[in-house]
């Protein structure tokens, strides 16, 4: 069946660490989407790409970086300069009809 | 600049009871609409999706919303909530650009008394 995958579940950061999430998709979709999602404030989006080596800063941008090498793939980092990392990560994904898909997740937490 | 607001975080209401859940947009145009439904722990999946024509739509699962234009409302509903439905519930509005973004409510959580 095809959807999205995100890895890993869960994972723990070190201060001053950088940290990749993954998410690959086989849906075959052009749009992908990053989300960042904080208890009582809904999801807010840090980056999408709609086209492969392509992609545009959503509304939370600072301390985050994309890539978009393969059309599947659209791996999230978080870096250093985020300051406030621990949250949970939504990954999405749509054939251009709103109709997202959403991975199950990542949940970042700073040890 | 459009946004979305869910004034109820929770909303707890009796297994076999009817259920609504209310969502009011700003949006200049007429917006595409959506609610989404998460379980703990999971991702999003989409319940019913507005884009125009008749304003009450039906979603999976039972549910439907409701577009009122003069309300800047898009209201779920379900006559008979079951334990399964207990979750947190997104509405959405679509940015109508060719990005696809959507922007999403602060969420209400659903709890389901047996």
């Known amino acids: 069946d095809g959807g999205i995958t995100q890895s890993p579940k869960y994972l723990f950061r070190k201060e001053g660490q950088n940290v990749t999430l993954s998410c690959e998709q086989n849906?075959?979709?052009?749009?992908m989407y990053w989300y960042r999602q904080d208890p009582g404030q809904g999801l807010r989006l840090i980056y999408y790409s709609q086209i492969v080596n392509d992609f545009q800063k959503g509304d939370i941008a600072e301390g985050y970086s994309v890539s978009r090498e393969k059309k599947e793939s659209f791996p999230l980092t978080v870096t250093s300069a985020q300051k406030n990392p621990t949250a949970f990560y939504l990954c999405?994904?749509?054939?251009?009809?709103?109709?997202?898909?959403f991975g199950s997740g990542t949940r970042l937490t700073v040890v | 600049a459009q946004s979305v607001t869910q004034p109820d975080i929770h909303i707890t209401v009796s297994e076999g009871a009817s259920l609504e859940l209310r969502c009011n947009y700003s949006y200049g145009a007429t917006p595409y609409l959506f609610w989404y439904v998460q379980s703990p722990g999971q991702g999003l999946q989409l319940l019913l999706k507005?884009?125009?024509?008749?304003?009450l739509v039906q979603g999976i699962k039972g549910f439907e919303a409701e577009f009122k234009r003069s309300q800047s409302s898009f209201n779920l509903r379900k006559p008979s909530v079951h334990w399964s439905d207990a979750a947190e519930y997104f509405c959405?509005?679509?940015?109508?650009?060719?990005?696809?973004?959507?922007?999403f409510g602060s969420g209400t959580r659903l709890l389901v008394r047996p």
């Open positions: 507005y884009f125009s024509g008749d304003t």
């Open positions: 999405a994904s749509t054939e251009g009809d709103y109709g997202y898909t």
């Open positions: 849906l075959n979709h052009d749009a």
């Open positions: 959405a509005v679509g940015a109508r650009d060719s990005s696809y973004k959507l922007i």
